[in-house]
């Protein structure tokens, strides 16, 4: 199971430079450690929020970061 969840904006099928993600957080993941971001720049648009989950009858903790994505240039 993904320790994360991708939630792109409407009209977008698949990740890009410039779109806006909602990224939810599994446990102690990191938006660094994810590997379909690894390509691009990230700007936080808002923190988002923090709260907990039930999966597979536990409680885990949930954080919700929004940010958008920008092409990451080689110098």
């Known amino acids: 199971m993904k320790k994360y969840i991708l939630h792109l904006q409407a009209g977008v099928n698949k990740i ?8 939810d957080l599994i446990g102690e993941q990191k938006i660094s ?10 700007r936080y648009e808002t923190s988002g929020h ?5 999966i597979k009858g ?4 949930r954080k919700v970061r929004y940010i958008k994505l920008f092409p990451k240039f080689e110098s």
């Open 16 to 23: 890009q430079s410039g779109c806006l993600l909602r990224v």
């Open 33 to 42: 450690e994810i590997e379909e971001l690894k390509d691009y720049n990230i």
């Open 50 to 54: 923090e709260d907990s989950v039930m």
């Open 58 to 61: 536990n409680r885990v903790p």
